[in-house]
C-alpha cells in the first residue's frame, strides 16, 4: 500500500517538466523507498529474533528502533525532515495539499498501530526537535510552499509526542490538521499565491477570502478562540 501511494503521487509531483519538480520527484521516491525498506527490514528482524511477523507485536528492540526512524523518515520528522521543503517547493500546489495531507495517512495509520512498541525516547526526542525545527525553520522563508512544509513538520511533532499516551488525540490533531491545511493549500491556490510578495497584493483582490486566510492561518497557528488551539489545549 505504501509503495503503490508513493508510485502513484510521483507522476503528479513531475507533470510540469519542469527540473525542479523532477528532482523533487526523484527525491520523494527515493526517501519513500528507503523508508520502506527500513519497515521490511526492523519486521524481519522481529521476524528472525522472536517468530512471528505480526507488526503490532515488536518485541525486539532494535526492530523497534528501526521502525521508528522509518515511520520518521516517511513522514518527514526531524532528523529526517530535509527532503519535505524540497519536494513540496518542487511540486504545484494541488500536489503540495494531497503531499501534506493525504499521503501522510498511510504512515500515520502505522505510526497509530505500532504506537504501543515504539521507542518512546526516541520519539520523543524527534517529537520536540521537530516543533521546535519547524517554527524556527519557517521564520526566514519567503515561498508559501516552504512555509507550510515546515507548518508541517511543526504539527507532525506534536502529534508525534502524544502517540504514546493517547493516540486519538494524534487523530484529531491529524484532522484538523488536515482540514486547515487543506484550506489554506485551495485558497492559495486561486488566488495563486506562491510567493509572500504576491501574497501582499492579493487583499486587493478577494477581500473576502483574504480574510478567511488570515482566519484560518491563525487557527493553523494555533490562536486559542480558533480551532486550531483545540488539539494543542488537549494535548498539554
Not at 521543503?85 to 501534506?100: A, I, K, N, R
Not at 525545527?133 to 519567503?142: F, K, V
Not at 502524544?162 to 488525540?169: A, G
Not at 509572500?196 to 486587493?204: A, D, G, I, Q, Y
Amino acid at each position: 500500500g505504501l509503495e503503490i501511494n508513493t508510485l502513484a503521487i510521483l507522476p503528479l509531483i513531475s507533470k510540469s517538466h519542469h527540473p525542479r519538480a523532477i528532482e523533487a520527484a526523484t527525491k520523494y521516491f527515493l526517501v519513500q523507498a528507503a523508508a520502506s525498506a527500513l519497515v521490511l527490514f526492523s519486521s524481519m528482524t522481529n521476524a528472525w529474533h522472536t517468530g512471528q511477523w505480526d507488526i503490532t507485536q515488536l518485541t525486539h528492540p532494535v526492530s523497534c528502533l528501526i521502525l521508528t526512524s522509518a515511520i520518521a523518515m516517511k513522514l518527514g520528522l526531524v532528523p529526517f525532515h530535509f527532503w519535505f521543503p524540497e519536494v513540496l517547493q518542487g511540486s504545484p500546489l494541488t500536489t503540495g495539499l494531497l503531499l501534506s495531507t493525504i499521503m501522510k495517512l498511510p504512515p500515520m495509520a502505522l505510526l497509530f498501530m505500532t504506537s504501543p512498541s515504539l521507542n518512546p525516547t526516541l520519539l520523543t526526542t524527534m517529537a520536540i526537535l521537530s516543533t521546535a525545527l519547524g517554527g524556527w525553520m519557517g521564520l526566514n522563508q519567503t515561498q508559501t510552499r516552504k512555509i507550510l512544509a515546515f507548518s508541517s513538520i511543526s504539527h507532525l511533532g506534536w502529534m508525534a509526542i502524544i502517540v504514546i499516551y493517547n493516540p486519538k488525540l494524534t487523530l484529531l490533531n491529524f484532522y484538523l490538521y488536515a482540514l486547515m491545511t487543506s484550506t489554506v493549500f485551495l485558497t492559495l491556490n486561486s488566488i495563486k499565491a506562491l510567493k509572500l510578495s504576491t501574497l501582499m497584493t492579493t487583499w486587493t483582490k478577494a477581500p473576502a477570502l483574504n480574510t478567511m486566510l488570515l482566519l484560518t492561518l491563525l487557527s493553523l497557528a494555533g490562536l486559542p478562540p480558533l480551532t486550531g488551539f483545540l488539539p494543542k489545549w488537549l494535548i498539554i
